[in-house]
């Protein structure tokens, strides 16, 4: 089994470092973690990365059945993963999304989404330290006051490809996917956040409610950053996930 991992906003595909560890003892099949770089393209927003995504998959991926490919993102990466999905559903045996958004459904939102996504880009073009802008990031509601835990060495971002994500995958730019993911024909997908989040919780429930084979689990004492804040729980719920998933299809290996 091959599993895709998808970062966020502000990290670096070394976040998911020791995850493939934390994983084993939960799964019965042996799981290859496959850290991808999330790179903003020339042109185009979130479908043209998830189209061009699932072509390198694809051809890097040969030998490896479709099913056995599970698709991993948290919060940008959420979103993105969402959006491969439904690019190319076929390709993907179970998907796990962790506090991913599906897109705003109001006009004034998607308004607020834009200028807020544009400062942010600003800033990091500018010579503000990096480490005054992640300490503001850090203290957004949405993480519940939880220290960031995941690996990140502000100096090592890169501040042009930080600002272009802004720009490329703002949710201003984003459809609201809710439609298309209630009607695709998706695979198994686990829907992960963290109780301490004071919004993704109750995407999570109402996701639940509208896509078919999608199954949302809040973990206690996380925010929104679910893999960092309850590591061990957090690789047991994905481990069961998979569990169940393999023992459906009759995997042995």
């Known amino acids: 089994m091959v599993l895709h991992c998808l970062h966020g906003t502000f990290q670096e595909p070394g976040v998911w470092a020791g995850f493939a560890d934390r994983l084993a003892p939960h799964v ?16 185009g927003g979130l479908e043209r990365w998830a189209d061009v995504f699932c072509r390198q998959v694809a051809e890097v ?3 490896a059945a479709p099913g056995g490919r599970v698709l991993l993102g948290y919060s940008l990466g959420g979103r993105l993963a969402m959006h491969a999905l439904l690019a190319c559903p076929g390709e993907w045996g179970a998907a796990v999304l962790i506090a991913a958004h599906p897109g705003e459904a109001d006009e004034e939102q998607r308004a607020a989404a834009q200028a807020r996504d544009a400062a942010w880009a600003d800033r990091c073009r500018s010579g503000e330290a990096m480490g005054r802008l992640l300490a503001e990031w850090d203290a957004l509601p949405v993480f519940g006051g939880h220290p960031n835990r995941a690996p990140r060495v502000a100096e090592a971002l890169d501040r042009e490809r930080c600002a272009r994500g802004f720009e490329a995958f703002s ?25 301490d989040d004071p919004r ?12 078919p084979g999608l199954r949302h689990e809040s973990l206690e004492g996380a925010g929104h950053r679910v893999p960092w804040d309850r590591p061990g729980e957090f690789a047991k719920q994905v481990g069961r996930f998979l ?4 023992a ?6």
Do not use: F, N
């Open 200 to 211: 993704y919780p109750a995407l999570g429930d109402e996701l639940s409610g509208i896509v």
């Open 171 to 195: 949710r201003a730019g984003q459809a609201d996917l809710r439609p298309a993911l209630a009607a695709a024909s998706l695979p198994p997908v686990l829907y992960l956040t963290g109780r």
């Open 61 to 63: 991926e040969k030998s």
């Open 248 to 253: 459906r299809r009759g995997d042995s290996g």
């Open 28 to 43: 019965p099949v042996a799981v290859r973690v496959v850290a991808e770089r999330i790179e903003p393209p020339a042109q």
């Open 243 to 246: 569990t169940r998933m393999t």
